[in-house]
């Protein structure tokens, strides 16, 4: 790569031009990367969803689950199937592995539920989940004095928000729908015998429009049609129904009188009227409101389509007043601009270091130019890739500021010190030549050992790779550009840059300080062991006092919170247990603003339930989220259990739709048994609840709702000709409203729903209802048994096994270790004996993560050394040159325990980063003597020559590393806290081993080669 410099300096404008175009192509790669919180990483994992209306629980497990959990079996590469049957709803996730490609695994998912036998009018419908495809904003709107809002939403904001690029979908909440009622009056009806089902049928009969064939007219063919239909809310009400002709008199002498069908109308019958309903209830800061939700599609920038809904929304301010509730731009905006900060302050840091070294400011500009450049090449790089600007690729960047300017700084520290030290009398061009060249074998090695360290990751599976990518390949792009920058620019701006430097041949103080342990260490090499190795043992011993989590939690000022009362809890009752809650924490000075949905629609499931009321409560900036969340959580359970014993209250910190910090810890209960699984789920709920290590107590096994049952006595009923089906009918048709559909009624489309005045209000009644047979009419207790039961109110499955799920988050910072304690606890639980036990959770992926990290760095090990091998070319070199990595964790560990750090995954790419790093202060020194063996010295004098050479490049690279790295590890900022660990990890781990690899790989040095040392020793003494 010699080559290079040599055309370099040949053509420096030309170095130039190319500098600056790439300059300006990184600027502009940049300012077009899509801004996002996350990589956008598409999780291997497909949802369906299935409506059956009307189902319970048990018949939608049984007709509609289990029969597409028997399909779904057959996929190939199906890691875990759960699913949930509700009351009308069955809800399934599958999930795969990573890397499947989904868009084939959704064809085949599609083709299997095609071949599913279900129930009429099931329809199931599959959807995906990537980061990318959660909500990016929310906002509420609210009404003015006589203001039409929903229309106005509807017909002008929504299809503005539509329009804007990159927007997938726009959802409004909390709208109202007219329809017509038709309310059927009992006793009218069934006098003429008249359900809402033969009225429904009346109704769509008299809408008809079909094909009636075709004539020929003058060689012209005209195709006919048959239309028929209500123009009109009038010609509703006068609609002319069939009704039962009644039975023919006879007379005295035997003949029949010609019956006559009574004329009636709907309007006889029933009360038709318009009626808005509103399904669901949105309240923000007290005031009814609608929501508008904006989700992007997965390609698209965050930032930039949040920008542009808050400027339409603008755009409509003199309309529509409305709040923003939540907004994912403004956290990527605060994370981005926070590590912005710090890699520019990292930046600074490490310029000043090379200027404390080189006490040049010329040669300061040049080695710290390699920053800005290398870093707009990566971005050219990333931009090429399809990679965003989030999080991940901005932490390598923050972390590549050290590591790139260190290349820069060995060739223009070796270049400076040629100058100053020019014995041979070289020109300029020439001596920036041979001292680049003199370089060149370490800083390629170097570069190339930091970047193979990362070609492991590719071993690391799960999310934990593919989330880890961006920021590896952040990394090598910088790395390699810094490379060629410093084997191009950087000579060509020395050679113009140093022409009036003194000749110099003392040595400094350090250096002589330096030669003189160096010579001790040689000679008593007992006492550098005695000295590192307790060092390198206690270090290790830390191990034990440090925490052990997956990714360190982000504290976000954003709680969730939900209530969820009995299944049969009806909309208005919900609000009503809402409005006491909204009240409460109106009193809370530390809560900013409060938005609540009642029976809105869950959007990771689809579905709405009238008993669940959603918060998302906005705490002030000074708050303390934790103690916030713990009074919260009191004051709203003492309200709902105060309505219902049987309430279910959450509240936690809403997350940030980062990768999960597998926190988590499950317990998986299993058994066919119903009621046993509910009793040993209870019992697992309040062991776990006990606990202070735990927070956020969950049980999947809802509480049983009352249930009246028809147990048909089968004798009766055929004795009374009466069929179960018709008294699934008449019930039916008695309990719940009949949709007719949505009609053109005036103009606009309505829809109808089909009602009885008076409904069904008690067990009695519902003993008493009327049933017709063949043998004619009979009250419904006369043929069967009405019981009152208690059923679930979903069954949950796993892998097609019914279970129970007891979920908790750990809040300490040794996961592991509490996972342990718990598990032990709850296996000495007594449960019913038909009840298996399994636990597990994000602890054992934890486990499994840093086992295969541990695998990559023995693979990055292998690597590194497979690359001094081919540099190098001795075998026993590039063992010399590991022995430097001996001393890695001392720091890395030390430093976690001093900051109050867990051993967390991000800790952990950083001791893999390290095996590159600290290599390279070897590669250095070992490289320099090995030169001055091939010069002739002994291996003691091309040590200590080597070591005192190298002493001030060494020291400047890991300085201005460890400087970098300073604002990145002491960073409170939100979105730098993945970022944290690893920093601190990197400046630990380079502290220690730079200053023991300046003793240590000399001593280890001496001993690979003793017999030769030995032989030149004695040579010496004759």
């Known amino acids: 790569m010699n080559f290079l410099t040599r055309v370099s300096l040949k053509n420096p404008v030309a170095i130039f031009i190319l500098s600056f175009l790439l300059i300006f192509g990184g600027t502009y790669a940049f300012q077009t990367l899509k801004v996002e919180m996350l990589p956008n990483i598409e999780f291997p994992q497909l949802s369906i969803n299935a409506i059956y209306p009307g189902a319970s629980p048990e018949d939608v497990n049984e007709q509609v689950t289990a029969k597409l959990e028997t399909q779904l079996k057959k996929l190939d590469r199906l890691d875990k199937m759960t699913s949930q049957s509700f009351e009308s709803a069955s809800l399934i996730q599958l999930t795969f592995p990573i890397g ?118 003058d060689s012209v063919l005209i195709p006919i049609r048959v239309v028929e239909e209500l123009s009109t809310l009038n010609d509703l009400k006068n609609l002319q129904l069939d009704v039962p002709v009644p039975a023919v008199p006879t007379t005295p002498g035997g003949s029949a009188k010609a019956p006559t069908a009574p004329i009636i109308t709907l309007k006889d019958v029933a009360n038709i009227k318009t009626i808005t309903a509103k399904p669901e209830i949105n309240r923000f800061n007290d005031k009814d409101s609608l929501a508008i939700t904006v989700t992007k599609k997965q390609d698209a920038n965050t930032v930039e389509i949040a920008q542009k809904t808050r400027e339409m929304l603008k755009d409509f301010s003199d309309r529509v007043e409305y709040d923003i509730v939540f907004d994912q731009s403004e956290g990527i905006e605060q994370s981005v601009n926070s590590l912005i900060k710090e890699g520019l302050l990292g930046a600074l840091f490490a310029s000043l270091a090379v200027l404390l070294f080189l006490r040049n400011l010329r040669a300061t500009i040049i080695a710290v130019l390699s920053i800005p450049l290398s870093l707009l090449v990566s971005s050219i790089f990333l931009a090429q890739s399809n990679i965003t600007l989030n999080i991940m690729t901005l932490g390598g960047m923050a972390v590549a500021v050290g590591r790139v300017v260190d290349d820069s700084i060995v060739v223009i520290e070796n270049i400076f010190r040629r100058m100053k030290h020019n014995t041979e009398g070289l020109d300029k061009t020439e001596l920036t030549i041979v001292a680049t060249k003199e370089m060149l074998k370490a800083i390629t090695s170097s570069t190339l050992t930091t970047v193979v360290v990362f070609l492991p990751l590719g071993f690391v599976g799960g999310m934990t790779g593919e989330f880890f990518l961006p920021f590896a390949l952040t990394i090598v792009y910088a790395l390699l550009a810094s490379l060629v920058v410093s084997i191009t620019l950087t000579p060509v701006l020395a050679r113009f840059s140093f022409s009036k430097i003194k000749h110099e041949e003392t040595e400094g103080p350090l250096q002589r300080f330096y030669e003189r342990v160096l010579r001790f260490s040689l000679r008593k090499k007992w006492v550098v062991f005695a000295i590192c190795i307790p060092l390198l043992v206690g270090s290790l011993g830390l191990t034990t006092q440090l925490g052990f989590v997956f990714l360190p939690n982000e504290k976000v000022k954003i709680v969730s919170a939900s209530v969820t009362l009995p299944a049969s809890t009806v909309l208005e009752k919900t609000n009503e247990v809402s409005l006491k809650i909204e009240e409460m924490l109106k009193t809370r000075d530390a809560i900013a603003d409060v938005f609540v949905g009642i029976g809105s629609r869950d959007y990771m499931t689809g579905l709405k ?41 959450s509240v936690q910190e809403m997350s940030t739709g980062g990768p999960t910090s597998n926190n988590n810890l499950d317990i998986d209960l299993y058994s066919n048994n119903i009621d046993a699984l509910m009793t040993a789920s209870k019992l697992v709920e309040e062991q776990l609840k006990q606990r202070d290590d735990l927070k956020y107590v ?220 600290v290599v390279t202060n070897a590669i250095v020194l070992v490289d320099r003597v090995v030169q001055n063996r091939e010069r002739g010295l002994t291996i003691r004098d091309s040590l200590i020559e080597g070591g005192k050479t190298r002493l001030r490049p060494i020291l400047m690279t890991a300085f201005a590393t460890i400087c970098a790295l300073l604002p990145l590890a002491f960073t409170t900022a939100e979105g730098s806290l993945i970022s944290k660990g690893l920093a601190v990890v990197v400046i630990g781990g380079l502290t220690t081993s730079t200053l023991l690899t300046l003793i240590i790989v000399p001593v280890i040095y001496e001993l690979f080669f003793l017999r030769t040392h030995r032989k030149e020793q004695q040579q010496l003494l004759h």
């Open 698 to 917: 969950t049980n999947n096994m809802k509480e049983k709702q009352r249930q009246w049952v028809i147990k048909i006595n089968p004798d009766k009923a055929s004795e009374a000709g009466v069929a179960a089906y018709t008294v699934l009918g008449i019930t039916a048709d008695r309990t719940r409203p009949v949709s007719v559909g949505t009609l053109k009624l005036d103009g606009e489309e309505r829809s109808l729903q089909l009602t009885y005045d008076k409904p069904l209000a008690s067990k009695s009644e519902l003993e008493e209802l009327i049933v017709f047979g063949t043998k004619g009419p009979i009250q419904l207790k006369e043929i069967a048994n009405i019981q009152e039961v208690e059923s679930v109110t979903s069954i949950q499955k796993l892998d097609s096994k019914v279970f129970a799920r007891v979920s908790a988050i750990v809040t300490t910072d040794n996961v592991q270790q509490t996972a342990v304690a718990v598990k032990a606890a709850v296996a000495d639980l007594d449960l019913p004996d038909d009840v298996s036990l399994e636990a597990g959770g994000g602890t054992d992926e934890t486990v499994k993560t840093f086992q295969e990290l541990g695998m990559a760095m023995g693979i990055a090990v292998g690597l590194v050394y497979l690359v001094m091998l081919f540099t190098f070319g001795q075998a026993r070199i590039p063992f010399v040159i590991l022995s430097s990595l001996l001393f890695v964790p001392t720091g890395a560990f030390i430093g976690l325990y001093l900051l109050n750090e867990p051993l967390s995954v991000s800790a952990m790419i950083g001791i893999l980063m390290l095996i590159g790093i």
């Open 609 to 649: 339930k009238e008993n669940i009321a959603s918060y998302v409560i906005m705490l002030d900036e000074t708050a303390n989220t934790a103690e916030e969340i713990k009074t919260i959580e009191e004051k709203i359970g003492t309200l709902a259990k105060g309505i219902s014993d049987k309430a279910i209250v």
């Open 100 to 217: 499947t490609n989904m868009d084939d695994m959704e064809q085949k998912v599609q083709d299997l539920l095609r071949e599913t036998h279900l129930p009429e009018r099931v329809e199931p419908a599959v959807q995906r989940f990537s980061f990318g495809t959660f909500p990016i904003l929310s906002a509420v709107a609210f009404a003015n004095d006589g203001q039409d809002l929903q229309s106005l939403l509807i017909d002008e904001l929504k299809p503005a928000l539509e329009k804007i690029p990159g927007v997938a979908s726009v959802a409004l909440g909390g709208t109202a729908e007219e329809l017509v009622e038709i309310e059927v009056n009992l006793a009218e009806a069934g006098k003429y015998g008249l359900s809402l089902q033969k009225i429904q049928e009346q109704i769509k009969a008299k809408y008809v429009s079909m094909p009636a064939g075709s004539v020929t007219d």
